[in-house]
């Protein structure tokens, strides 16, 4: 079912040093997470637990909040800090799909069309906040999900539609992706407009491009299972740690698996969709059919309409600035 997985896995390992890079940022991620979440847990044992029950909800409390926190910090860090590698590898991708080569010193040609394009990471932010308001609500309509599961469907069955629904609200993220790779190609001055198009595209497409990105995100629930099978083990072998500490060795092993989904499992998926939703929308054009259709189901993208209508800036933009040129002199 998935067409273009040969396709998308060539793009996948010729843009391996942009993977390299992720798998590099995301073991140090994971490090300082065992790190911090390690030092709050033996804290949190030494001085909270106490002898009752009440003391192991504190603590299961305490570490909640504690990776709660680092994963919004984290969410952060990679949105506005790690955005140039981020939406580069996206750039690189667009490019390998589109013209079928790679660019000489690939991880200078994406960040650089990241900057270029986009100049900061506040600006690259609110086009993607925006993506994926009108991509959600657009998803969840056309799969059904959007509201509350009838009280009457049988707990299988609702635990199923819930997996289904939370698939649906992982694979927006990765349409995100899809529409901005589009945008990497289109090189339209006005990067609302482009957006607004690539939405488009995206409505006269959306079987395949949806189908495949659920497909790769149920995958990756399966390969979590079966990474912390084969690295269960180790937690096993560092059980052998104080009481207070013995909470690292399960650490570790998530942090292993954590390296291994954001630094190989992420791109390769990112790259399947981009690849797909590419593919499947060449040739097309967008057309007020599709929009009409669009603005049944998402209220958001009247919002994207409007601001490519009026050309406005995106965040970080001098309203008064000339649209950035690239090397061959074409308007970027």
């Known amino acids: 079912m998935i067409r273009h997985l040969k396709t998308a896995t060539g793009a996948f390992v010729k843009t391996l040093p942009f993977v390299v890079v992720e798998l590099a940022i995301g073991a140090v991620f994971a490090l300082l997470a065992v790190v911090y979440l390690g030092l709050v847990g033996w804290l949190a044992v030494e001085f909270l637990l106490g002898d009752g029950g009440w003391g192991l909800l504190v603590v299961g409390a305490v570490m909640l909040i504690a990776f709660?926190?680092?994963?919004?910090?984290?969410?952060?860090?990679?949105?506005?800090?790690?955005?140039?590698?981020?939406?580069?590898?996206?750039?690189?991708?667009?490019?390998?799909?589109?013209?079928?080569?790679?660019?000489?010193?690939?991880?200078?040609?994406?960040?650089?069309?990241?900057?270029?394009?986009?100049?900061?990471?506040?600006?690259?932010?609110?086009?993607?906040?925006?993506?994926?308001a009108v991509l959600g609500q657009l998803t969840r309509s056309v799969t059904r999900l959007g509201g509350a599961l009838p009280a009457s469907l049988p707990g299988g069955l609702r635990a199923l539609a819930t997996v289904v629904?939370?698939?649906?609200?992982?694979?927006?993220?990765?349409?995100?992706?899809?529409?901005?790779?589009?945008?990497?190609?289109?090189?339209?001055?006005?990067r609302w407009r482009s957006a607004r198009d690539g939405v488009v595209l995206y409505g006269k497409c959306w079987k395949p491009v949806l189908a495949t990105t659920l497909l790769v995100v149920f995958g990756t629930y399966v390969l979590w299972f079966v990474l912390?099978?084969?690295?269960?083990?180790?937690?096993?072998?560092?059980?052998?740690?104080?009481?207070?500490?013995?909470?690292?060795?399960?650490?570790?092993?998530?942090?292993?698996?954590?390296?291994?989904?954001?630094?190989?499992?992420?791109?390769?998926?990112?790259?399947?969709?981009?690849?797909?939703?590419?593919?499947?929308?060449?040739?097309?054009?967008?057309?007020?059919?599709?929009?009409?259709?669009?603005?049944?189901?998402?209220?958001?993208?009247?919002?994207?309409?409007?601001?490519?209508?009026?050309?406005?800036?995106?965040?970080?933009?001098?309203p008064s600035r000339e649209p950035a040129r690239s090397a061959d002199g074409e308007t970027a």
């Open 68 to 132: 709660a926190s680092f994963a919004y910090v984290w969410r952060l860090i990679r949105r506005y800090v790690l955005y140039l590698v981020r939406a580069g590898h996206v750039a690189v991708v667009a490019h390998v799909i589109t013209e079928g080569e790679v660019p000489d010193n690939q991880l200078r040609y994406g960040t650089s069309q990241v900057s270029e394009y986009f100049l900061s990471a506040s600006g690259l932010a609110g086009v993607e906040l925006l993506l994926e």
């Open 165 to 190: 629904r939370r698939s649906v609200a992982l694979a927006v993220g990765h349409l995100d992706d899809a529409v901005l790779a589009y945008m990497f190609v289109d090189r339209d001055p006005n």
């Open 228 to 318: 912390l099978t084969v690295f269960a083990p180790l937690a096993v072998a560092l059980d052998v740690l104080p009481t207070g500490v013995e909470l690292v060795s399960w650490l570790v092993v998530f942090g292993l698996v954590a390296v291994v989904h954001t630094g190989v499992v992420k791109p390769w998926v990112k790259t399947v969709v981009i690849t797909t939703f590419l593919l499947e929308s060449r040739g097309e054009r967008p057309d007020s059919e599709t929009v009409a259709w669009i603005e049944a189901r998402s209220d958001r993208f009247a919002e994207l309409t409007e601001r490519a209508e009026n050309d406005d800036p995106i965040d970080g933009e001098d």
